[in-house]
């Protein structure tokens, strides 16, 4: 029911800024539990992607914090309703002014190296992923940080420069964790996390082997009883997906997750085989470069993004296994996103879009490069739709396939021209939209924007405790969002799992992560 | 002899020095490195950027790092993976034997079937048996590795509902399951290596029959099967032994390919993560030892010339 979630989140919230503590609620952490559940048991987990390495500080891929969830922790817990839940912290307050959150930890929380949590290692954690010379990507999510302190052993108080309402859901499992004080003393410390875990997450790192398998062995130390279910999670790096499918079929893994989700037509029929659909914090855009060639005029882009068919760009995508959206992520449209006949630029109007390039002086339309990245599928055929749908108004696209590593640079460097996206979130406006459109320095502006409105609205909204107040100034935003569309944003894709039928109570969580895995368990 | 082995391994080094200095360089001209990677979509903190820069070294100019590179080469020392922290010189080793066990295993599977059937084509030359024989040459120099290995898995699947392992298993810690393991990749590339064997051998074999010296051989009333096996398979062991040779090279750059296609811990895929990565120290280690590998594989060829040909003998 839309307006639930947010109703969710503004009772949160507004405990959060009254006189008491919030306190955690533990059946909810990683989702709900099953009675039924039994212990023991090993899986395996097909993947295709592999992370590069484990350091939850340092490596900012998305394959890392897939499986890196289940060995490190933070101090909270991303919920995909968009209610940040108490992880490593047990209760916390925010100061009136809502510039000091103060945290109490939980007791009896042992590292995997068997040492005490306390609040000293927190500090230590967190003060040394926010300080931008140990060159942690999540440094700038805690750019308003300005102390952390340590009253007692169970006590952490981050004190802030201005208000930041997304606070607490930086502080899940991205970037960082609480690891042992002084444990990056060691010169080596950064690469020995792929030897050797070192979190308080319900599992510990077995083995490593890069190019082949990850395995992880049940944490018996671990501080949720009972928690978690199966023994052993093997991680296999597999080819391709008719790999997967093989392996499914033939009982060698018990889950996967796929990246294209028409590849599990072929499972569909499978016996003790169960695919599933399940909502994404991700999406599909096309980003356009403010200052490259023709999309420096606003005109353009708005002509742009009134020839784009969503629907057809995601059949031909993903074989329509998604949700067309306006400006914001499938999992965070009930919370915080603009019903889409509200918004600009949604509808297709090649007329218009004619008129606008017309009044633009490009009535002979243009020629324009239009990048995807090798490896992912999705933009092969999304492009192919797309040039075809511009070139009902003239536009003249030309595909140009890139390696991901040039990809990455062109768009950190700010010259990623026009091109196809794909990125996700967490569940919340401020880290979903602050680095991306925010202008510099304080945002990354990577579409070179730099629009001063936008800038204030996401000062604003990352700043206003009030959940009701930041929906209306985040609604404002995507609002000039769609009317002057830097980033088009196309459609979720839905997540699709296979898994067999004796692997119980998985759900996959919505950014993609494996924190299913924690309630899960298997049947004989 | 003296002779000969200085000026062999003086060029070698030259070799493998130019190739290094090539590998670098080229890597180097690729857009985005370590450090972009590592931040992502993440914000433009420029002080973060500069931090990682200056920990990998990547401040400085391009030939301090390559002096710096060369110098530790030179004394042994590969360096360290930037991502998974262990030297260079034991995951190129560890890759290698995956490599080297396929290539080996394809090698003796392609020789003992691609050599007797491209003989048996040549001596029945435009016979049925020729023709069967050369369909199976062109479907297997045709049919791309990477489709070969597909239909395998998934011909595999459907007929015996069976898929191989996940994990390399090491020879010596399981030997039956690393045969379930590298069977299907093993099957794909001698298919194709062993139709490349059988259209040479055939070739060679027609060529070398034709000859005035097997003739005589035929008319001074020989058995015929002194004269294919004694005179002229015998004269064909020269090009075949330097064909071997540019098999073994081919199948350690076609490594990449079918190690990526079943999953196997192999050279090729070491390499192909490497360069993805941005991780130079890997990509200039395991590619300057794929190039030693490749100087050694002539060196050797060079010297069986001497022993199958005495008149070859430096």
């Known amino acids: 029911m839309p307006g639930s979630r947010l109703r969710l989140i503004a009772g949160a919230f507004a405990a959060l800024v009254a006189a008491g503590p919030v306190l955690a609620d533990d059946s909810l952490v990683y989702g709900k539990s099953d009675p039924a559940a039994k212990n023991g048991g090993k899986i395996t987990v097909g993947s295709l992607i592999e992370p590069p390495s484990l350091d939850p500080f340092l490596q900012g891929a998305d394959a890392r914090i897939r499986v890196s969830g289940l060995m490190y922790q933070g101090l909270f817990f991303e919920d995909q309703t968009g209610v940040p839940r108490a992880l490593l912290a047990k209760s916390f307050e925010v100061s009136p002014d809502a510039k000091t959150y103060t945290f109490k930890l939980r007791e009896g929380v042992r590292f995997h190296t068997g040492q005490s949590m306390s609040s000293a290692d927190v500090k230590y954690s967190y003060d040394w992923m926010r300080d931008s010379r140990n060159g942690s990507p999540g440094a700038g999510d805690l750019s308003s940080v300005t102390e952390i302190a340590t009253p007692d052993a169970t006590t952490v108080v981050f004190k802030l420069a201005r208000p930041n309402a997304a606070l607490p859901m930086t502080l899940t499992n991205k970037y960082g964790a609480v690891v042992p004080k002084d444990y990056f003393a060691a010169k080596d410390a950064g690469t020995k996390f792929n030897e050797v875990s070192v979190g308080t997450g319900p599992y510990k790192l077995k083995l490593f082997r890069p190019n082949s398998v990850l395995v992880l062995e049940r944490n018996k130390d671990y501080w949720q009883k009972g928690l978690p279910h199966i023994d052993e999670v093997t991680f296999a790096t597999m080819p391709n997906s008719a790999a997967i499918v093989v392996a499914l079929q033939n009982r060698r893994i018990d889950l996967a997750l796929f990246s294209r989700p028409q590849d599990t037509e072929q499972l569909k029929n499978v016996p003790g085989v169960e695919v599933k659909r399940w909502p994404s914090l991700n999406q599909k855009t096309l980003d356009l470069d403010v200052k490259y060639g023709h999309l420096k005029d606003i005109r353009v882009r708005q002509a742009i993004a009134l020839a784009i068919d969503k629907e057809a760009v995601m059949k031909a995508s993903i074989a329509g296994y998604g949700t067309v959206i306006g400006t914001i992520v499938i999992g965070m449209q009930d919370s915080w996103g603009v019903p889409l006949d509200q918004l600009a630029n949604q509808k297709v109007d090649l007329d218009r879009a004619k008129k606008l390039l017309a009044d633009a002086g490009l009535a002979d339309g243009f020629d324009i490069d239009l990048t995807t990245i090798i490896g992912y599928d999705w933009m092969d055929a999304g492009a192919v739709t797309v040039a075809e749908q511009l070139k009902r108004i003239g536009i003249r696209v030309h595909i140009k396939k890139i390696e991901l590593g040039v990809w990455i640079r062109n768009f950190r460097a700010r010259e990623m021209g026009f091109t196809f996206n794909d990125w996700g979130t967490t569940p919340d406006p401020s880290l979903l939209y602050y680095r991306h459109f925010r202008a510099a320095p304080q945002g990354a502006d990577f579409r070179n924007w730099n629009n001063e409105k936008v800038s204030a609205l996401l000062d604003a909204g990352q700043e206003e405790p009030d959940p009701v107040k930041r929906k209306a100034i985040y609604a404002e935003f995507q609002k000039i969002l769609a009317d002057d569309p830097v980033s088009i944003m196309m459609f979720s894709a839905d997540l699709i799992t296979g898994q067999r039928d004796r692997l119980k109570n998985y759900d996959q969580h919505a950014t993609g992560w494996y924190f299913g895995l924690i309630k899960a368990w298997l049947a004989n | ?314």
């Not at chain 2, 130019?18 to 490195?33: C, E, N, Q």
């Open chain 2, 1 to 314: 002899m003296f002779r000969f082995l200085a000026t062999r391994l003086a060029s070698a080094a030259v070799a493998a020095l130019l190739s290094s200095l090539a590998v670098f360089l080229l890597m180097r001209s690729v857009p985005g490195d370590i450090v972009s990677q590592m931040l992502g979509q993440s914000g433009n903190d420029r002080t973060a950027e500069e931090a990682l820069r200056g920990f990998f070294g990547l401040d400085r100019p391009v030939w301090a790092q390559f002096a710096d590179w060369l110098g530790a080469t030179l004394s042994g020392d590969l360096g360290r993976s930037w991502y998974q922290g262990r030297a260079v010189t034991t995951l190129v080793w560890e890759a290698f034997l995956v490599t080297a066990e396929i290539a080996v295993a394809t090698l003796v599977i392609a020789t003992l079937v691609g050599v007797p059937l491209g003989v048996l084509a040549g001596i029945r030359e435009g016979t049925r048996t020729d023709a069967a024989i050369q369909a199976f040459n062109l479907l297997g120099l045709s049919a791309p590795v990477f489709w070969i290995g597909l239909m395998l898995l998934v011909g595999a699947s459907a007929l015996l509902e069976w898929s191989p392992p996940f994990a390399y298993m090491p020879p010596s810690v399981d030997l039956a399951e690393n045969i379930n393991i590298i069977i299907l990749p093993v099957l794909s590339l001698s298919l194709l290596q062993a139709a490349a064997y059988s259209h040479f051998v055939r070739d060679t074999m027609v060529t070398e029959l034709r000859r005035e010296y097997v003739r005589a051989a035929i008319a001074k009333g020989l058995a015929p099967r002194q004269v294919y096996f004694k005179h002229a398979l015998r004269n064909i062991l020269i090009p075949l032994v330097t064909f071997i040779g540019l098999i073994l090279i081919q199948i350690l750059g076609g490594a990449v390919v079918i190690e990526s296609l079943f999953s196997l811990p192999g050279l090729g895929r070491l390499i192909l993560s490497g360069i993805q990565g941005r991780d130079y120290p890997v990509v200039q280690g395991a590619l300057l030892f794929v190039v030693l590998i490749a100087l050694v594989v002539n060196f050797v060829i060079d010297l069986l010339y001497g022993l199958i040909d005495p008149r070859l003998r430096p």
